[in-house]
T-cell receptor
Framework: AQSVAQPEDQVNVAEGNPLTVKCTYS??????LFWYVQYPNRGLQFLLK??????LVKGSYGFEAEFNKSQTSFHLKKPSALVSDSALYFC????????????????FGRGTSLIVHP | GAVVSQHPSRVICKSGTSVKIECRSL??????MFWYRQFPKQSLMLMAT?????????EQGVEKDKFLINHASLTLSTLTVTSAHPEDSSFYIC????????????FGPGTRLTVT
C-alpha cells in the first residue's frame, strides 16, 4: 500500500525567509512523487515531480524539492518566500510499478496551509 | 502545459434536482479521468476513476447511483449528482491523465456546488 504524510497542517513564514513544507511517503516499490499547489476556490496546479535521476528537483515559481530515499521524504522548499506563495500545498505519491497493493492512482497528503507574512 | 476545464465553476440548485458537471481536457487526450471531492480546509477525497469507454470505478463509500460518471470520449467526462441534497454541497474537482504511462495528473479549476 502507498501512503503520504504531511505532518504540518500549517506553516508560517515571514516574507523573504526560506520555507520548507514537509512530506514523507511509503510505497512498496519505488516512488513517483509530486507537489501541487491550490489557491482558494481553485483546482490544483502542478509544481514539480520526482521520477528518477537527480534528487533535487526544480519546479515552478522558484520551488524545489529534495528526494531523500533513506528518510523517505520529499520536502518542498523555496529560498525566499513571497506573500503570493500563501496557499494550500499537497504532496502525492504513487508506485512506479504496480506491485501488490500498488496503484497507478496517486495518494494525496492532507495538505499543508502555507502562510507567508509580509 | 496541459489544460483541464470544468463547467460550471459554481452552481446552486434546489434539493432533489440533478446537476451535471463537465470536465474537458483541452489540448490532450485523457484516457483516465478522476473525480475528487474536497471539503473546506481538507484534502482531496477520490470519488471515482474513469477510463474512456469503460464504466467508472468508484471508491468505497461513494454511491455510484447518486454520482453518475460518464467518460464518453477522450476529452470529456461528466459527473451528475442526482437528487442532490444539502450534504452534497462541496467543491468537486476533476483531474485527467493522458496515458497510463504518463505520470502527471492535470486538474480542473473545480466546481462549487451548493444545494439549497
Amino acid at each position: 500500500a502507498q501512503s503520504v504524510a504531511q505532518p504540518e497542517d500549517q506553516v508560517n513564514v515571514a516574507e523573504g525567509n526560506p520555507l520548507t513544507v514537509k512530506c514523507t511517503y511509503s510505497v512498496s516499490g519505488n516512488p513517483y512523487l509530486f507537489w501541487y499547489v491550490q489557491y482558494p476556490n481553485r483546482g490544483l496546479q502542478f509544481l514539480l515531480k520526482y521520477i528518477t535521476g537527480d534528487n533535487l528537483v526544480k519546479g515552478s515559481y522558484g520551488f524545489e524539492a529534495e528526494f531523500n530515499k533513506s528518510q523517505t521524504s520529499f520536502h518542498l522548499k523555496k529560498p525566499s518566500a513571497l506573500v503570493s506563495d500563501s496557499a494550500l500545498y499537497f504532496c502525492a505519491v504513487r508506485d512506479i510499478g504496480i506491485p501488490p497493493g500498488g496503484s497507478y492512482i496517486p495518494t494525496f497528503g492532507r495538505g499543508t496551509s502555507l502562510i507567508v507574512h509580509p | 502545459g496541459a489544460v483541464v476545464s470544468q463547467h460550471p465553476s459554481r452552481v446552486i440548485c434546489k434539493s432533489g434536482t440533478s446537476v451535471k458537471i463537465e470536465c474537458r481536457s483541452l489540448d490532450f487526450q485523457a484516457t483516465t479521468m478522476f473525480w475528487y471531492r474536497q471539503f473546506p480546509k481538507q484534502s482531496l477525497m477520490l470519488m471515482a476513476t474513469s477510463n474512456e469507454g469503460s464504466k467508472a470505478t468508484y471508491e468505497q463509500g461513494v454511491e455510484k447511483d447518486k454520482f453518475l460518471i460518464n467518460h464518453a470520449s477522450l476529452t470529456l467526462s461528466t459527473l451528475t449528482v442526482t437528487s442532490a441534497h444539502p450534504e452534497d454541497s462541496s467543491f468537486y474537482i476533476c483531474s485527467a491523465r493522458e496515458l497510463a504511462g504518463v505520470v502527471e495528473q492535470y486538474f480542473g479549476p473545480g466546481t462549487r456546488l451548493t444545494v439549497t
